[in-house]
């Protein structure tokens, strides 16, 4: 009778913690803001003044000396309106932001959804400046003031994080999306040079590879937004020297297809050939498409009428003409271009790592950033154009963060110049 009744009460129990026991399983990792208290002593500011921030989960077993920092994304601000507008914002100010921020994909914790970094300590650094952590200036009117802050920003993240184990990384890779992205083009070196002279340290750009490209009113329309950037926030003086110096328009090294010529360390881009941002922001912003003809096409390319495949396809031959000598003559670097109509792919679980993730020569994109970083084999993949063959068949749409997936006829390509120029 006894047994009876201790066998029933184990059966209660775990009958009563199995829904915990499931909910553990599948919950999603939350991590901690941590805000830099000694940020004001380096003169590092958010736009509105408050402190800058990042969020550390922390490695273990043989990933405990490894790092990987993402800068996050988000845009930038061009003038003194919009900069007070991003200030009263999470963009703007860390009084604003969510206070834990949920990590996946590369900044995932679970071996198998990313068996590569899953055990490195995993930094994300909050983005409040409006200007790829690059700007160092300040505005005051005598009634409104913004700090223009972001490089020092970066260098105070830095030093708060040397003595929390960074100093002595064995391996590290800085990385980030979008304006994050970008960011990640203008620091790779300089991060190289916080670290050990023994530590492994590469760089990878998420949809950062913003392209210097008129729009289809032939306007430079992201031209003149970076120029308004670089002299507002005072970000020439933090842009690589010797490309600045080898250019007639200094600013223009704000754009990655410039500075990328003067990066050393091993440099990893991923970027989609139809980026959405890109799309929608730099080929056609809303001042090139005043009565909207674009807008079906937008929402869904498979709406896009002739000419405008046509258009999109002379985008991504120009994305491929600007990394034509990187992918030529870097032996360090990786490259996964897809043709996903996406922005951002390496912080989202479905395209990071996971079965039905977008694929070019049978590899996710973890797996190719994997053989990049670790296993020393050429990486340098490129998907065939859209719609591949004409054989579209809409398997996902991600309305929320602009991306759209489509079961395409992935190629495999030669590592060979005049392949690639086939290519484009």
């Given at each position: 009778m006894n047994a009876a009744v201790e066998i029933v009460f184990i059966l209660v129990l775990l009958l009563s913690f199995a829904p915990w026991l499931i909910c553990a399983k599948d919950r999603r990792l939350e991590v901690k803001m941590t805000l830099v208290q000694n940020a004001s002593a380096h003169g590092a500011f958010c736009l509105d003044g408050s402190l800058p921030a990042y969020h550390l989960h922390r490695g273990f077993g043989a990933g405990a000396r490894n790092w990987l920092l993402q800068f996050e994304g988000g845009g930038w601000c061009n003038d003194i309106p919009s900069c007070l507008e991003r200030a009263q914002t999470r963009r703007g100010s860390t009084r604003y932001m969510t206070k834990y921020e949920i990590f996946s994909g590369i900044l995932s914790n679970n071996a198998s959804l990313n068996p590569d970094f899953y055990n490195w300590n995993r930094v994300k650094i909050r983005y409040c400046d409006g200007a790829s952590f690059a700007g160092n200036a300040k505005f005051d009117n005598g009634t409104s003031s913004l700090y223009f802050r972001g490089q020092k920003i970066w260098e105070a993240i830095i030093l708060d994080l040397l003595p929390k184990g960074l100093a002595n990384a064995r391996k590290a890779l800085l990385s980030g999306c979008s304006a994050g992205g970008l960011a990640t083009f203008l620091h790779c070196d300089e991060f190289t040079k916080y670290l050990p002279n023994n530590a492994s340290v590469k760089c990878l750009s998420d949809a950062g590879f913003f392209l210097d490209e008129r729009d289809i009113s032939l306007n430079h329309t992201m031209r003149s937004l970076y120029k308004e950037i670089v002299e507002l926030q005072?970000?020439?003086?933090?842009?690589?020297?010797?490309?600045?110096?080898?250019?007639?328009?200094?600013?223009?090294?704000?754009?990655?297809?410039?500075?990328?010529?003067?990066?050393?360390?091993?440099?990893?881009?991923?970027?989609?050939?139809?980026?959405?941002?890109?799309?929608?922001?730099?080929?056609?912003?809303?001042?090139?498409?005043?009565?909207?003809?674009?807008?079906?096409?937008?929402?869904?390319?498979?709406?896009?009428?002739?000419?405008?495949?046509?258009?999109?396809?002379?985008?991504?031959?120009?994305?491929?003409?600007?990394?034509?000598?990187?992918?030529?003559?870097s032996r360090r670097g990786g490259m996964f271009i897809n043709s996903c109509f996406a922005h951002c792919q390496s912080e989202s679980q479905d395209t990071w790592f996971a079965v039905d993730s977008p694929r070019v020569h049978n590899k996710t994109i973890a797996e190719a950033v994997g053989d990049w970083y670790f296993r020393g084999r050429v990486t340098k993949e490129i998907d065939c154009p859209y719609p591949c063959n004409n054989s579209y068949t809409s398997t996902k749409y991600y309305r929320g963060n602009y991306s759209f997936f489509y079961n395409l006829s992935n190629v495999s390509i030669n590592k060979s110049h005049s392949l690639f120029n086939k290519l484009i």
């Open positions: 005072g970000v020439e003086q933090n842009l690589d020297k010797n490309c600045t110096k080898s250019l007639y328009i200094p600013e223009l090294c704000f754009f990655p297809q410039y500075a990328l010529r003067y990066i050393t360390t091993p440099f990893f881009i991923l970027n989609s050939a139809y980026d959405v941002f890109q799309f929608h922001h730099i080929l056609v912003p809303p001042s090139a498409d005043p009565r909207g003809h674009w807008n079906r096409c937008k929402l869904n390319p498979a709406a896009c009428n002739a000419h405008q495949i046509d258009v999109l396809q002379g985008f991504r031959s120009d994305m491929l003409s600007a990394l034509r000598f990187f992918f030529a003559s």
